[in-house]
């Protein structure tokens, strides 16, 4: 399964220092309480479970699954909800929690859905990793892991057709993977 990464783009080390890192940055602005982290499946479990372990500050979790279709630099495309959050929001400061930020569509969709639908107190993003060449969408980051360049990753949760996933660091998938498929 490794034989078909090219480079390791992030190693568990690298991994465990930047979540240690955002960790303690979300831990020190939250020292009142009212979290609620929450997990965007599947991509980001590994990642979500690294941060909230770390966190020396009380949280609510909970999971949410997505899917965003017709997303163009003219349209925002929909938000396709497979699974909602059961947590109460009133009130609450909520952390989106995702793998990856690329054109910016599915995060923006998402903190809409969570100021306007919701009604969320105050709502931040936290990725692990940032592609800022590709992103159509104005979208802030509150907590950041690194960028990286234009490239399909793969492990730590993130997938190529629901491969990968189960790969402890995060590396970039050889091309003629899944340009062969295409
Ligand atoms: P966005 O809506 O374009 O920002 O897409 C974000 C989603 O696309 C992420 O949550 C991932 O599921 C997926 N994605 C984007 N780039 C990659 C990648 O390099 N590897 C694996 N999944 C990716
Ligand atoms: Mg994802």
């Not at 609450?92 to 306007?116: E, H």
């Amino acid at each position: 399964m490794t034989g078909d990464i090219s480079k390791i783009l992030l190693s568990c080390e690298e991994i465990d220092r930047l979540t240690t890192e955002i960790a303690e940055n979300i831990s020190e602005k939250y020292q009142d309480g009212n979290l609620l982290l929450i997990c965007i499946l599947k991509g980001s479990f590994m990642f979500f479970s690294d941060i909230v372990r770390k966190l020396s500050v009380p949280c609510e979790i909970d999971f949410m699954q997505v899917s965003s279709y017709g997303c163009s630099s003219v349209s925002s495309g929909e938000l396709k909800i497979l699974k909602d959050i059961s947590a109460e929001l009133n009130g609450k400061n909520i952390i989106i929690v995702d793998d990856i930020l690329d054109t910016g569509c599915t995060l923006y969709n998402l903190k809409k859905y969570f100021l306007n639908v919701k009604k969320a107190k105050s709502v931040s993003i936290c990725t692990l990793l940032d592609k800022p060449s590709r992103r159509k969408f104005d979208i802030k980051i509150e907590y950041k892991g690194c960028e990286i360049p234009d490239e399909f990753v793969v492990g730590y949760g993130l997938d190529y057709n629901e491969r990968y996933r189960n790969i402890p660091f995060v590396g970039i998938l050889k091309r003629e993977i899944y340009e062969k498929s295409e």
